[in-house]
C-alpha cells in the first residue's frame, strides 16, 4: 500500500470519515554545503521520493488528535507551551504553536500520519513530519503564508517547542524543493535557485548508502558544534561565518588560538566556498565534475569538524575506491547515510563492494538505493 494511502486508511479507521485532503512532504538528502546553514551560509539539497503523508481534516470540536502508523496510541492536545507534548506528536504540537506564535488562527483538526522515511537516519525524517503537517494546516485555514517563510515557521516548531537546535536545512528542502532539481538556497536571505539535476540524462545515478549506524543529536555533539561556530565567529567580529570568504581564510585562522575552534571555522569556510563552486559546475552542465568537491566535503566534515563515524568513513573509501566520483556523508553526522556519485551502471558494483566492505568489519548491514530528485511539500 502507498503512503498516501495508507494516511487515508488510517484516517478513516481512527476517525470513521473521509480526511479532507492529503499532504505529502518529502525527506531530504544534501548534496553539499553541511553545517553551513546555521552559520548563514549555503546549502544544496534535494528531496526524497520517500515522504510523510498527512491526511487531516477540520474537527467538530477544539483541539488537534494526531494518530501515526508508528505509535500506538493518538495523542490529543489542545493549545499547548513548548514542553507540553513530548515525543513524536511534540513536532506536530510545534507546527501547531509556531504558527499561533505567527498570528494564524490554527483550525482544530484530525490528523492522520504515515511515513517511508527511514528514521534516525539523517534523511529528515522531522522535518517532513512538521512540513507534511504544516502545509495541510495552512491550506486547511487558508492562511496567506508565503512558501518561503515556511521552512522558518517549522524550524521554530523544531528548535524551541521539540529543542533541538538546528538549522533550516531540512525544513527548506522538504518544503521548497522541486522534482528533478537540486535546491540552491542561501540561508541568510533565504533566496534560491532551482537547480537542474538531472542525473539519469547523463548517465549517472546517487547511491544512498544508509550506514544504519545509529544517528542521533541527543548526546550534544550537534549543538556543541554550533557553539564552537558561534564563538569563531564572535573572536572574528562577523555576525556569523558565512561573512567569511575563503580569500580571508588564513587570516581568520591565525586569529583563532584554539585548535577545535579554528578546525571548525575552516570546514564552514571551506564548505560554503565548495557550495558555490558545486553550483558553478552545475549551471554549466558539468556534472561529473563536482565529485571531487563532494569528497573535499567529506573529508572536511572528517576532519575538520569530526562529524563522522567509522561506518561512514568506510562507506566513503569503499565507493571511492569502486570508481565512484565522489562520496560523502549526508545530513548532521554520527551515523546516517552517505552518498556517492557514480555511474549508473556501477550501481550493483559499488554496492556489492560497501556490503563486502561492512561485512569485514562485522558492522550492520547497511541499505542501499538508488536516490532521484523528488519534489516538495504538497497537496495530492
Ligand atoms: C541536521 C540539521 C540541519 C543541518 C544539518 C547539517 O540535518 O537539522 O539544520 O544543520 O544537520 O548540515
Not at 52 to 70: F, H, N, R
Not at 80 to 104: H, I, K, M, N, R
Not at 359 to 376: H, L, S
Request: hydrophobic letters at 45%; a negative charge.
Amino acid at each position: 500500500m502507498s503512503v498516501a494511502s495508507s494516511a487515508e486508511a488510517a484516517f478513516q479507521e481512527k476517525y470513521g470519515s473521509e480526511p479532507a485532503g492529503l499532504w505529502a512532504a518529502p525527506g531530504r538528502v544534501n548534496l553539499i554545503g553541511e553545517h553551513t546553514d546555521y552559520n548563514d551560509g549555503y546549502v544544496l539539497p534535494f528531496a526524497l521520493p520517500q515522504h510523510t503523508v498527512a491526511a487531516v481534516a477540520p474537527a467538530g470540536q477544539p483541539g488537534w488528535t494526531v494518530c501515526s502508523d508508528l505509535a500506538e496510541e493518538p495523542v490529543s492536545f489542545g493549545t499547548t507551551s513548548p514542553g507540553d507534548v513530548e515525543g513524536w506528536a511534540a513536532y506536530v504540537a510545534g507546527v501547531v504553536w509556531a504558527l499561533q506564535e505567527a498570528g494564524f488562527d490554527v483550525p482544530p483538526a484530525h490528523i492522520a500520519l504515515s511515513s517511508d522515511v527511514p528514521l534516525g537516519s539523517g534523511l529528515s525524517s522531522s522535518a517532513a513530519l512538521e512540513s507534511s503537517v504544516l502545509t495541510a494546516l495552512v491550506d486547511l485555514g487558508g492562511f496567506d503564508l508565503p512558501v518561503d517563510q515556511r521552512p522558518g515557521l517549522a524550524q521554530r516548531a523544531e528548535n524551541v517547542y521539540v529543542g533541538a537546535p538546528t538549522g533550516i536545512l531540512d525544513q527548506s528542502a522538504s518544503i521548497r524543493c522541486q522534482q528533478g532539481k537540486a535546491l540552491f538556497l542561501d540561508c541568510r536571505s533565504l533566496e534560491v535557485e532551482q537547480i537542474p539535476f538531472d542525473l539519469a540524462a547523463e548517465g549517472l545515478a546517487i547511491l544512498i548508502i544508509n550506514s544504519n549506524a545509529p544517528h542521533q543529536h541527543v548526546d550534544g555533539e550537534y549543538g556543541a558544534r554550533r557553539k564552537s561556530c558561534e564563538e569563531a565567529a564572535r573572536i572574528l567580529g562577523v555576525p556569523a561565518l558565512r561573512d567569511i570568504t575563503v580569500n580571508g581564510l588564513e587570516a581568520a585562522l591565525a586569529k583563532l588560538d584554539d585548535d577545535v575552534i579554528r578546525r571548525r571555522a575552516r570546514h564552514i569556510i571551506t564548505e560554503n566556498q565548495r557550495v558555490l563552486d558545486t553550483v558553478e559546475l552545475l549551471r554549466s552542465g558539468r556534472t561529473r565534475e563536482i565529485g571531487p568537491l563532494l569528497t573535499a566535503s567529506h573529508t572536511s566534515m572528517r576532519d575538520d569538524f569530526e562529524i563522522t563515524v567509522d561506518q561512514v568513513d568506510v562507506a566513503v573509501e569503499t565507493a571511492l575506491a569502486a570508481g565512484a566520483y565522489g562520496a560523502w556523508m549526508t545530513g548532521g553526522g554520527f551515523g546516517g547515510c552517505v552518498l556517492a556519485l557514480i555511474d549508473a551502471d556501477q550501481a550493483e558494483e559499488t554496492t556489492a563492494a560497501v556490503l563486502r566492505a561492512y561485512q569485514e568489519k562485522n558492522y550492520t548491514a547497511p541499505t542501499i538505493w538508488t536516490a532521484t530528485a523528488a519534489a516538495g511539500a504538497r497537496k495530492l
